[in-house]
């Protein structure tokens, strides 16, 4: 009999786009960022700086595949052949091991940068919550790096507990922001840092009487406070944006905001492309330059 | 005399019957949900391995991280001198003492009379506890008991990068799908713990006799890996190391009744 297969709750959809009103074959310089990110991936294509085409994609356990795959799907939807793009950088966690870069740069760099991009030259401080780590970011108008902070070595406050939270509590994970916030009081944050005793902690609650409305509240309420305490360290200076994934959980950007004081930029643009766009621009600038292939 | 130690724990709840300096009667409970429940049935199993009855108790000990719910108890003791005394009734040379349990990681430093001289504590995180070994054993389909002996069988390094527990199961889902050997996984696994267990003891000074208690000793994996990783020949275990904090629970209640 086959095993019957439990939901995958932590799963988000994976997408691809391409601009139909621009065309690659008018463009002077074709660049691509390929972020291969702990948890996800993103490849992005720039036609003349701006954005052409990009993909989302989970990570699979073999870093190259995984750049691959994405740059393959961001060029689906489009006629552009993989060898007009010019030049293309990698970044993030498996940057080391994208092959068909033309070079590495640092996450951090590349989200001060991408920041920069989709939400204009007035960020100053940028929160990156990724699936592995949390990078809080000071940068300058042109969005270079001025000083950062970063936790990668403990899943709290990351994309990746919150994961652990919406399997244990069998939520898909893009509905834990919002029923986190359908609470009529605002219950205490869950207590433990570590994600392994806070899923202990959050059975407990449940037992105690709370619905899991209300321990995603605690749990969002706890990730908000961990978030908090690294921005914090790092100094916000406005105007503040947050990029990754965890900038569509609403549950912890509210509560966040709430804490700060300051209400977070807006974007049209998908939050975890920060990284590839800011790779696809360096390319650009480099390119740009003749410092190009 | 005879007095009573118990030991609420994370995972288990442990109860020591001490007549006159000699144990006469233990129980172990699963701690679950109820602490004052499992308190209770801990005790009575204990009662009954000593054939004693509670009002034969001088005085009763309560201990451990749900130690609130010992109601029993008339002698509060703090975790860290219930740790050491343990390791200084079972052995009277012991300086450094290391206490792992499901949830907490311990190592204290203490005199010749088993007075605790320094600590380090961590119950904050995973990864220098036994949770870690378990959680990696369930993403290696191993069972816990297996997992120690595992490591035992294999001489390979490998290092793991990940200190998070949570990041640390991705990782072995990457050895497994690199068909890195089991074995070779789970020591890996078992160096990767004992190495958050020895900088906590390297922060209070590594100065034998070194012993170990918590339930964590019974896995000679784990055991082997921290005599490698301090550097030394010989670390003494009591029988029964999780009844350790138990005992020194029952010793103090002892003590205090003088």
Redesign the interface.
């Known amino acids: 009999m086959a095993e019957e297969k439990k939901p995958e709750y932590w799963r988000w959809l994976e997408t691809n786009w391409v601009d139909p009103d621009k065309k690659w074959e008018d463009a002077q310089i074709i660049t691509a960022g390929i972020d291969v990110g702990?948890v996800s991936s993103q490849a992005l294509v720039m036609v003349d700086g701006e954005i052409y085409a990009y993909s989302n994609m989970r990570t699979g356990?073999?870093s190259p595949n995984s750049a691959r795959n994405a740059l393959k799907f961001a060029l689906e939807k489009t006629t552009l052949p993989e060898d007009k793009i010019q030049y293309c950088i990698g970044t993030g966690y498996g940057r080391v091991n994208v092959p068909m870069a033309d070079r590495s740069v640092t996450e951090i760099a590349c989200h001060a940068r991408g920041a920069n991009f989709i939400y204009g030259p007035q960020v100053r401080t940028v929160l990156d919550v990724g699936g592995?780590d949390i990078k809080a970011i000071r940068c300058d108008d042109k969005g270079k790096v001025t000083n950062f902070l970063m936790n990668d070595?403990?899943?709290a406050g990351t994309g990746?507990?919150m994961e652990?939270f919406a399997d244990l509590l069998s939520v898909p994970i893009g509905d834990v922001g919002d029923r986190s916030l359908q609470v009529d009081q605002e219950p205490a944050p869950v207590s433990?840092?570590?994600?392994?005793?806070a899923k202990?902690e959050a059975t407990?609650l449940l037992?105690k009487g709370l619905d899991t409305n209300q321990v995603l509240a605690a749990y969002c309420s706890a990730m908000a406070d961990r978030i908090y305490s690294l921005l914090e360290r790092v100094g916000i200076e406005p105007e503040f944006a947050v990029t990754g994934g965890m900038a569509k959980n609403r549950g912890v950007i509210n509560r966040l905001k709430k804490k700060m004081g300051i209400e977070p930029m807006k974007t049209e643009w998908d939050t975890q492309l920060a990284g590839a766009v800011g790779a696809a621009l360096f390319g650009f600038a480099l390119t740009k330059k003749g410092k190009g292939r | 005399m005879i007095t009573a130690g118990i030991d609420c724990g994370a995972k288990n709840t442990k109860t020591v019957i001490l007549k006159d300096g000699k144990i006469i009667g233990k129980g172990i409970v699963l701690t679950g949900?109820d602490q004052s429940e499992a308190v209770k049935a801990s005790l009575e199993m204990a009662l009954k391995d000593a054939g004693v009855s509670f009002k034969d108790l001088k005085h009763v000990g309560g201990t451990g991280s749900g130690s609130k719910s010992i109601r029993v108890a008339d002698v509060n003791v703090n975790d860290i001198k219930a740790m050491t005394m343990a390791a200084h009734y079972f052995f009277p040379t012991a300086r450094t003492v290391a206490d792992v349990g499901a949830?907490e990681g311990r190592a204290a430093k203490c005199d010749e009379k088993g007075n605790v001289v320094d600590f380090a504590i961590n119950e904050?995180?995973?990864?220098g506890a036994g949770?870690f070994i378990e959680?990696m054993g369930r993403a290696l389909e191993t069972p816990l008991t297996e997992m120690g002996p595992l490591a035992l069988s294999s001489d390979k390094a490998i290092a793991m990068n990940a200190?998070?527990?949570?990041?640390a199961e991705?990782e072995v889902?990457?050895l497994i799908?690199?068909k890195t050997l089991k074995k070779d996984i789970s020591k890996s696994i078992h160096d990767a713990m004992a190495s958050r267990i020895v900088s906590m003891i390297r922060r209070i000074g590594v100065n034998p006799d070194i012993v170990m208690i918590g339930g964590v000793a019974y896995n000679p994996g784990f055991v082997a890996a921290l005599q490698r990783e301090l550097g030394v020949e010989k670390i003494f275990i009591p029988d029964n190391p999780e009844y350790g904090t138990a005992v020194g629970a029952a010793v103090v209640a002892a003590t205090n009744g003088q």
């Open positions: 702990s356990s073999d592995q070595k403990c899943a990746r507990g652990v433990s840092t570590c994600v392994v005793y202990s407990g037992r | 949900f949830e904050k995180c995973a990864a949770a959680a200190q998070c527990t949570i990041f991705s889902v990457g799908h690199a």
